[in-house]
Structure formats: structure tokens, C-alpha cells
């Protein structure tokens, strides 16, 4: 008596595989995008917010699209913008307004904007 394994088999296996080996590697790839959002924000909180937008801005471009985590990256990349006076922040407050218009970090954001855009036209008059 032969044992025949039929092709429809195999290659039912086969896909079994391949799907479960794509969602291992998203998974990790997942855990390294969630890590890395962590380290972000340890450094935001330590008040370096150089080192802190840089990854923020790696986490939001490899995280999953319209998740909660990119959301989060792009929430704190404006943020460090706004802190750091730079030039674009007030792009990146819009852009995350305009992509997370139901966010309840918005009014924080903008209020954040308009503290620094007053502060520094009062520095100017002086």
C-alpha cells in the first residue's frame, strides 16, 4: 500500500505556512515599531526632544497605517517641532490635524503652537 500525499495538500500546507511566517515577521516587526515608540517617548519625557522627533518619525513611517501608534508619533513629532521652535512645526500641527481630525491631542497641539508663536513675537518686540 502506497502512501500518496495528494498536491492539493501540499500546497494547502504550503500556503498555511507562507501566512503564518508573513504574520510572524509582522508581529515582530510590530513589537520593533511599539519598542521604538517607547524609547521615544522616554526621551520626549527626558526632555530630549532632538533625539526624540527622529523616532518619532521612524515609528510613524513603519507603523500600520491608520493606527492609533502612527497617530501617537505623529502626535509627539509635532510636538517636538513646536518645542523646538522649528520653522515647520506649525506644517506638522496642521498636517496631524487635518489626518486625525477626531484626535482629542489636536486642541493641545494648537494651544501648544499659539503658547510658542506668542512667546516668540513678544521676544521679538523686545
Given amino acids: 500500500m502506497k502512501f500518496r500525499f495528494p498536491l492539493k495538500h501540499f500546497l494547502s500546507i504550503l500556503f498555511l505556512l507562507i501566512t503564518f511566517s508573513i504574520n510572524s515577521q509582522q508581529s515582530i516587526l510590530d513589537a520593533s515599531v511599539i519598542t521604538d515608540f517607547n524609547n521615544a517617548l522616554k526621551l520626549y519625557n527626558n526632555k530630549a526632544y532632538a533625539a526624540a522627533q527622529k523616532t518619532f518619525?521612524?515609528?510613524?513611517?513603519?507603523?500600520?497605517?491608520?493606527?492609533?501608534?502612527?497617530?501617537?508619533?505623529?502626535?509627539?513629532?509635532?510636538?517636538?517641532?513646536?518645542?523646538?521652535?522649528?520653522?515647520?512645526?506649525?506644517?506638522?500641527?496642521?498636517?496631524?490635524?487635518?489626518?486625525?481630525?477626531?484626535?482629542?491631542?489636536?486642541?493641545?497641539?494648537?494651544?501648544?503652537?499659539?503658547t510658542i508663536t506668542l512667546q516668540t513675537k513678544k521676544l521679538l518686540m523686545l
Fill in 57 to 114: 518619525e521612524k515609528v510613524h513611517k513603519n507603523a500600520l497605517k491608520n493606527s492609533s501608534l502612527k497617530a501617537d508619533a505623529s502626535y509627539y513629532d509635532a510636538m517636538c517641532s513646536v518645542k523646538l521652535n522649528q520653522t515647520n512645526a506649525d506644517k506638522k500641527v496642521l498636517t496631524f490635524v487635518e489626518e486625525n481630525p477626531t484626535s482629542g491631542k489636536k486642541i493641545k497641539l494648537i494651544l501648544m503652537l499659539e
